[in-house]
Structures are given as C-alpha cells and as structure tokens.
C-alpha cells in the first residue's frame, strides 16, 4: 500500500520559516510528478507547487518568491519550504503523487501561523 506521510507541520509565528516534508513509500518515485497542495478552513484544496521528475518547478501565483519546493529521489521525500509566513498560510498542508492515472495523497501536516 503506497503511503505518503507529511511532517514539519506546527504552530509559528508571522515571519518565520517552516520546512515540511514528505516521506514516500512509492516504488518508482522518481518519475512521479510530486506537489504540495493546501486547505484552509472553509475553503478548496489549492495547489501549492509541483517538481516534476526531471526537476522542473511550478508554482501557484501566491506561492512565489516565498515557497520553494524540492526533491530528493534517493531518499523518496519531496520538500516544501516556506519563508516569511503569514497568517495566510495557515492551513492543512497535502503531498500528491502522480503518475499518470496513479495519484495519491498523504494526510496532511497542519501549519498554524499566528502571533
């Protein structure tokens, strides 16, 4: 059973950074496209970032410039690290795995910015 289990979550204050991980238990993860999706209270999951298998980023409108995801094959973990957090960003933050029709999700990692 595949599973991707997120960590690095936690409760910060307005302008620290955070490092959030994912750990995969895929076989071939190096070509699946790995991404960082969010949920805030009362709203839809929305795209973060994505790192494709050759490496190549992509990154949602609000995320850019603060948000910087990356990948380490050898270790099956897809990283996002995010700076100068606001209280914006507060929400359950989601690994994704995709494979053309496989897809799969972790449970999320809260991350609760406040002062």
């Known amino acids: 059973q595949v599973q991707l289990v997120e960590s690095g979550g936690g409760s910060v204050q307005p302008g620290r950074s955070l490092r959030l991980s994912c750990v995969s238990s895929?076989?071939?993860?190096?070509?699946?496209?790995m991404g960082w999706y969010r949920q805030a209270p009362g709203e839809r999951r929305e795209l973060v970032a994505l790192i494709t298998r050759n490496g190549t980023t992509d990154y949602a409108e609000s995320a850019k410039g603060r948000f910087t995801i990356s990948r380490d094959n050898n270790k099956r973990t897809v990283y996002l690290e995010i700076n100068s957090l606001t209280p914006d960003d507060t929400a359950v933050y989601f690994c994704?795995?995709?494979?053309?029709?496989?897809?799969?999700w972790g449970q999320g990692t809260q991350v609760t910015v406040s002062s």
């Open positions: 895929i076989t071939g993860f190096g070509v699946y496209t």
């Open positions: 994704n795995a995709r494979y053309f029709t496989l897809d799969y």
